[in-house]
Nanobody, 116 residues
Framework: QVQLMESGGGLVQPGGSLRLSCAAS????????MGWYRQAPGEQRELVAR????????NYADSVKGRFTISRDNAKNTLFLQMNSLKREDTAVYYC?????????WGQGTQVTVSS
């Protein structure tokens, strides 16, 4: 079993920054990928960014390229999302996601609200 626990969400003004963290625990020896998704009210859940373990390739949604940075601390089994130049349209619940042994796991989500 794999557990993913997000932290770091909150309220920030437009143009501000936040850093999300996701701590992974459990049986994660065959971790294939980790990433961040988000879901705004009334919208479908969408990919924000992800890292593929084999080769370390990174993908970003077009809407966050140049503003968000995904990274991993392998020693601490922790995933990060540095979010800069935040916009109102970035407001959503952000979910950590992992694929371990071809099974999909989700965190409980953390709310990010961008508002003045």
């Amino acid at each position: 079993q794999v557990q993913l626990m997000e932290s770091g969400g909150g309220l920030v003004q437009p143009g501000g920054s936040l850093r999300l963290s996701c701590a992974a625990s459990g049986s994660i020896s065959n971790l294939i990928s980790m990433g961040w998704y988000r879901q705004a009210p009334g919208e479908q859940r969408e990919l924000v960014a992800r890292i593929i373990s084999d080769g370390g390739s990174i993908n970003y949604a077009d809407s966050v390229k140049g503003r968000f940075t995904i990274s991993r601390d392998n020693a601490k089994n922790t995933l990060f999302l540095q979010m800069n130049s935040l916009k109102r349209e970035d407001t959503a619940v952000y979910y950590c996601h992992g694929i371990v042994s071809f099974r999909s796991y989700w965190g409980q989500g953390t709310q990010v609200t961008v508002s003045s």
